[in-house]
């Protein structure tokens, strides 16, 4: 069992930054791909970017592609989405999910395989 926690979220003015954290329980965060998720209101939730569990592959929704960053600390059982260049377009409510995976080198960007999820962070981005 995972439970995840995200925080950092707010309200931005365009072309501002901010970074998410998901913290996570457990003893086996490193055996997790993680993803960042994103739903704004009458759209359904896209993956953005996602990461997987040994950290060494990354991949990026074509939208955010250059602007988001996603890094994790396995350490601190804890993953981050750094968020350039914000629009209005990328005000949503983010969410962190965890995909539990033996093969620590993928970096899913599909819903489905997600297992646990956070209750999600609210980012604004103002004109």
């Known amino acids: 069992q995972v439970q995840l926690v995200e925080s950092g979220g707010g309200l931005v003015q365009a072309g501002g930054s901010l970074r998410l954290s998901c913290a996570a329980s457990g003893r086996t965060f490193g055996s997790y791909a993680m993803g960042w998720f994103r739903q704004a209101p009458g759209k359904e939730r896209e993956c953005v970017t996602a990461?997987?569990?040994?950290?060494?592959?990354?991949a990026y929704a074509n939208s955010v592609k250059g602007r988001f960053t996603i890094s994790r600390d396995n350490a601190k059982n804890t993953v981050y989405l750094q968020m350039n260049s914000l629009n209005p377009e990328d005000t949503a409510v983010y969410y962190c999910?965890?995909?539990?995976?033996?093969?620590?080198?993928?970096?899913?960007?599909?819903?489905?395989?997600?297992?646990?999820w956070g209750q999600g962070t609210q980012v604004t981005v103002s004109s």
């Open positions: 999910a965890a995909s539990f995976t033996s093969i620590h080198t993928i970096a899913p960007m599909t819903h489905s395989v997600y297992n646990y």
């Open positions: 990461i997987s569990a040994s950290g060494s592959r990354t």
